[in-house]
């Protein structure tokens, strides 16, 4: 079995208008894997689902190398299995442990001391407690001060940003919201202008550590004012943008619609079925349609009464009749 490993790797993070970009690099092999997120969803993913799926992998791996350490001997068919593990995770911190695995095992195949593994678990617990704490308390809709809130709470450790650099990107990026994919097109200035590709200018991380990539994705959270709230049709934690003030998710909900779709068109009939005038008609057109089936209306007379109906309910609606004078009528 090839060993897929990456033996040179880098990983490169930017938020667009709309996308967090996630991309891996293998240097050795020119190999890119690419994910996009909605805003702010690696840190919503990261906080409330994929924790369970972190743990797996990680106590997998640190299992083999204790193994390895003990025995003294590779297993490549086992080592390989957890590394296509790694290449499919959803969750983008996780390449970080593949990044500082990498140069040692260019070093050596042997003595890989497993506590590297914990090491990284509990440098990603941390970052986990402490995007709970800014997603909660700082970056909920009811914060009033969100920068205030912040260095309230942090103003003793500034965020410091060494992997930062300014590039040319592409305005929209193709990718998938679902998992990673390879090969991903290329995002070289040169090639993107010689293409006539719309390109902006963003702030491009390349971090080293799980610490790095947490600061670059909480401090543009903080810089755009992202709130972040409970979506009231799923219960799972979306990013809003000043000035939105929906409570719906762009998740899919079901096949073809998402939360926002089928949220507003609930709240919609609610707000309907609240409604004693549209209730009345509501009620008295169902049983009106029900008589054509029956054969005792036609067609014609179901939809001349329509119409009528539809004139007394607006009449009502504008207080020119009562509630009272509508339902009676409608009972005629």
């Known amino acids: 079995m090839k060993q897929i490993i990456p033996s040179e790797c880098h990983l490169r993070v930017y938020v667009t208008t709309k996308q967090e970009v996630i991309e891996f690099f293998d240097n050795a092999v020119h190999m890119q894997y690419r994910h996009t997120f909605s805003y702010g969803e690696s840190m919503i993913q990261l906080l409330e689902d994929w924790q369970e799926e972190d743990e797996a992998l990680l106590q997998e791996t ?44 260019l070093k050596s195949f042997y003595n890989i001391d497993p506590s590297i593994v914990t090491d990284f678990r509990d440098e990603l617990d941390k970052v986990r407690a402490d995007a709970h704490t800014l997603l909660f308390d700082c970056l909920s ?56 590709q719309q390109m902006v200018m963003a702030e491009v991380c390349y971090p080293k550590s799980v610490q790095e990539l947490y ?7 903080l810089r755009r004012a992202i709130r ?50 549209t209730r009345a008609y509501n009620r008295a057109y169902k049983t009106h349609n029900a008589r054509i089936r029956y054969g005792t209306m036609t067609r014609e007379e179901f939809n001349a009464w329509t119409a009528e109906a539809k004139k007394h309910r607006d009449a009502c609606q504008n207080g020119e009749i009562s509630l009272e004078a509508f339902e009676a009528w409608l009972k005629k």
């Open 62 to 105: 640190y299992e083999y190398l204790k193994r390895r350490e003990q025995v003294g001997e590779e297993n490549m068919g086992e080592w390989n299995e957890i590394l296509f593990s790694f290449q499919h995770v959803h969750n983008p911190f996780l390449y970080l442990l593949v990044m500082q695995l990498a140069p040692l095992l």
């Open 141 to 196: 809709p009811e914060t009033e001060d969100i920068y205030r809130r912040y260095w309230e709470i942090w103003k003793r450790t500034p965020m410091r940003l060494p992997s930062v650099r300014t590039e040319l990107l592409p305005a929209r990026t193709r990718a998938a919201f679902n998992g990673w994919i390879s090969p991903a097109e290329n995002t070289d200035p040169e090639y993107l202008y010689s293409t006539e």
């Open 215 to 221: 600061v670059f994705l909480k401090s543009t959270y």
């Open 228 to 277: 972040f709230k409970r979506c009231q049709l799923c219960g799972k934690l979306f990013a809003a943008t000043d000035g939105d003030r929906t409570e719906y998710c762009s998740r899919e909900y079901e096949k073809g619609k998402t939360c926002r779709d089928v949220g507003a068109a609930r709240v919609y009939q609610k707000k309907l079925l609240g409604n004693p005038i």
